[in-house]
C-alpha cells in the first residue's frame, strides 16, 4: 500500500523537484520537463568537483526555479517540498576513483546528505513518488552477464558502497512508511552536457575530450572490456517514465542494450570526430584494482514494466555530443556565468 491517493498520468502543469539539476543528467532531464510543461524546481549545491553547471540550465531558466543550495539545508528544503508530485533525487557523486581516495567526502554527498534530504521529504510530503539515480556499480564485479536484479550486489569501491547504502534509505521509506520511491541502477551515461572537463570521472568522458582536442583516445589493458553507453535522452526518458509509476518494483536496471568493446567505443568516438585513433596503455594501477572487467545489465524488468528501451545508438549519439561540445566551445557558455537564487 502506498501514499498518494491521485495517479498523475502526464507533467503538463504537475509540480517536480530535481535535485541535482545543474548536472549532467539532472539538467537533461530539466530541459524535457519543461517541454512537458511541468512546474520544475531544481536544487542544487554545485558541490566543487561535481558535474554542475549553471549554463546546463541556462537556455530553460526563464521556466524554472532554480535554488543553488545543498540537499542538507532543512530551512532550504522544507520551503521546497511541499506540493511537490515527484522528487527526481539525482544529486549525487559519481566518481569511483576519488571514492576511493577521498571515502567521507563520497559518503557525506551520497549518503549522509541523501539520508537528511529523505527524512525530510518523510516528514513533509510523504505523498511524493521518489526516483532515486542508483548505479550499476552496486553489483561490483559480474558473476553472470547479463546482471539482473537478482544479482548479487559486491561494489568494489565506497562509491558503490554507498550508493547502495542510499538506495537503502529509499527502500526504507517504502517499506516502513509506504512511500513511493523507485531506485534505477544506471549503467554508464553519455551525452550533452556530461562534465567532460573532469578527470576522476568515467572513460567516456575522457574518450570525449581526446576526441574533440583531436588527439589520440588511450584505452587501458587490452581494450577488451565492454561497456553498454546510454544515451542520456534515453537515460531521461526512463526517469520520466518511472516518474508517473503507479505500483512498481523498488529497483530497476536502466541501461545500454549490448555491450561494446571500449577499444571499438573509442574507435567509433575518433571516427566520428575525425581525430587521430585510438591507441592501447598499460592500466593504472590505482584504476585496475577498483576495475569491474566486462559488464552488461539486463533491463528487461523495466522494458517489460515500463515500455522502455534505449532509441539511440552508439554513433548517433555520439555524433549528436561531440557536435553539443563543438556548438557550446563556440558560443563560450561555461559555468557560473548565470544567475541562480538560493
Ligand atoms: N553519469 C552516469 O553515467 C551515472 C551512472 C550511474 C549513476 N549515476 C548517478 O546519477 C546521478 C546524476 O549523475 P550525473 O552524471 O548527472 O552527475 P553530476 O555530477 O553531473 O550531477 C550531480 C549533481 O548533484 C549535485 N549535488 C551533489 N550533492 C548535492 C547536495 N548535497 N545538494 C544539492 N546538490 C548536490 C552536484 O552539484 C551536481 O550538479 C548521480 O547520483 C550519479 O551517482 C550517474
Redesign the pocket.
Known sequence: MTLGAQQDTSYHNLPVLI??G?????SNLVHALVRQGAQVTV?????PG???DPSNVAEVAPDVRIVN????NAECVEALLSGQRVIFN?????SHIRSMTEPLRDLA??CS?QLQFLNLCRLLNPAATIVY?????VYGSPKYVPVDEEHPVNPVDFNGVH?HAAEGYHFLLRQQFGMRTICLR?????GPR??IHQDCR?FIDAFLRKSLAGESIEVFGDGQQKRGLLYVDDAVDAFLKAGLAGYSAAVYNVSASSPVPLIEIARTCARVAGSLPPRLVPFPSERLSIDIGSFHSSSEKFHREFAWSPRVGLEEGLRKTLEFFKSRRASGLHASSHPVSR
Open positions: 535535485t541535482g545543474m548536472g549532467f543528467i539532472g536544487l542544487d549545491a554545485l558541490i561535481g558535474g554542475g543550495d545543498d540537499m542538507q539525482l544529486a549525487g557523486e559519481i554527498i551520497n546528505a539515480a542508483s548505479s550499476r556499480q550508493k544506471l549503467g554508464n551515461v553519455y556530461q562534465a568515467g
